[in-house]
T-cell receptor, first 110, second 114 residues
Framework: DAKTTQPNSMESNEEEPVHLPCNHS???????IHWYRQLPSQGPEYVIH???SNVNNRMASLAIAEDRKSSTLILHRATLRDAAVYYC???????????FGEGTQLTVNP | EADIYQTPRYLVIGTGKKITLECSQT?????MYWYQQDPGMELHLIHY???????EKGDLSSESTVSRIRTEHFPLTLESARPSHTSQYLC?????????????FGPGTRLTVL
């Protein structure tokens, strides 16, 4: 699994967009980019994943750089409930193990 | 909502006691995992299983043991709890397959060993 680098913390205001960056310069061609988040006192939950193309789902969007060495998780309108630690992980789809880094602690201000 | 359950949610126990943390999932997933997470720190994989009668040690060395006798059940046991075992333990499961399958996590068990 390629190593990922994320900022330790970020802040946002409620109802504003949030862009959470992730660097994965050693990513291989078969590694997917996964995002999970962990709300306070809960287990992590899946947010989104992608390989090469940008992806959208009901929770967020994932923008992947053309060289795939970085990606950005986009929350279009942050809510207080989005305050969590966000983890960016790269792994082959068929790989069995998710390796979590320190993630980014997102604070959402009312 | 993920159908993966952990009991107890909180456990305070004295040194030397044997404890078993329960994890069950009703999704029929073959792959199951145990992670350990200290407060404010990253998750570390301590055990995983690819199916019944399959168990493997994870990336972080742990004195705990696991078993997988039934698909839906993946308990973790500490034979003799110590204060250094104080942590949060998270169970997860995932479906097998070459297409993408997200990993579902339980709510965790917060263990305190006095």
């Amino acid at each position: 699994d390629a190593k990922t680098t994320q900022p330790n913390s970020m802040e946002s205001n409620e109802e504003e967009p949030v862009h959470l960056p992730c660097n994965h310069s050693t990513i291989s061609g078969t590694d997917y980019i996964h995002w999970y988040r962990q709300l306070p006192s809960q287990g992590p939950e899946y947010v989104i994943h992608g390989l090469t193309s940008n992806v959208n789902n009901r929770m967020a969007s994932l923008a992947i750089a053309e060289d795939r060495k970085s990606s950005t998780l986009i929350l279009h309108r942050a809510t207080l409930r989005d305050a969590a630690v966000y983890y960016c992980i790269t792994r082959e789809t068929s790989g069995s193990r998710l390796t979590f880094g320190e993630g980014t602690q997102l604070t959402v201000n009312p | 909502e993920a159908d993966i359950y952990q009991t107890p949610r909180y456990l305070v126990i004295g040194t030397g006691k044997k404890i078993t943390l329960e994890c069950s999932q009703t999704m029929g997933h073959d792959k199951m995992y145990w992670y350990q997470q200290d407060p404010g720190m990253e998750l570390h994989l301590i055990h995983y299983s690819y199916g019944v009668n399959s168990t493997e040690k994870g990336d972080l060395s742990s004195e705990s043991t696991v078993s997988r006798i039934r698909t839906e059940h993946f308990p973790l046991t500490l034979e003799s709890a110590r204060p250094s075992h104080t942590s949060q333990y998270l169970c997860a499961s995932r479906e097998t397959g070459i297409s993408y399958n997200e990993q579902f996590f339980g709510p965790g068990t917060r263990l305190t060993v006095l």
